[in-house]
Nanobody, 116 residues
Framework: QVQLVESGGGLVQAGGSLRLSCVAS?????MGWYRQPPGKERELAAA???????KLADSVKGRFTISRDNAKNMVYLQMNSLKYEDTAVYYC?????????????WGQGTQVTVSS
């Protein structure tokens, strides 16, 4: 069974940076980071295939970078130039990445709060 554990969330000032990490147990292929701002729908922020192909939401392009370390079974989300609207619970996921990314397993989530 796949288990995912996120870390690295916290409070940061607008314009600052955070790096989220996620370690996976069990077999994983494609992975992605979802986020859910308070009172809003969940959205896919970034996804990465097993070979390293990436996709970013338009709202985070140029600011966020998703990467992975297959040897360590980890995925990362580097978040730069953070904005207030980036405030959300961020979830590490694992799934399939064909035409679109489809999450199958979810981590517990980690809170990212960007202060004004």
């Amino acid at each position: 069974q796949v288990q995912l554990v996120e870390s690295g969330g916290g409070l940061v000032q607008a314009g600052g940076s955070l790096r989220l990490s996620c370690v996976a147990s069990g077999s994983v292929s494609a992975m992605g980071w979802y986020r859910q701002p308070p009172g809003k729908e969940r959205e896919l922020a970034a996804a990465i295939s097993s070979s390293g192909r990436t996709k970013l939401a338009d709202s985070v392009k140029g600011r966020f970078t998703i990467s992975r370390d297959n040897a360590k079974n980890m995925v990362y989300l580097q978040m730069n130039s953070l904005k207030y609207e980036d405030t959300a619970v961020y979830y590490c996921t694992a799934g399939t990445y064909g035409l679109t990314y489809r999450p199958l397993y979810w981590g517990q989530g980690t809170q990212v709060t960007v202060s004004s």
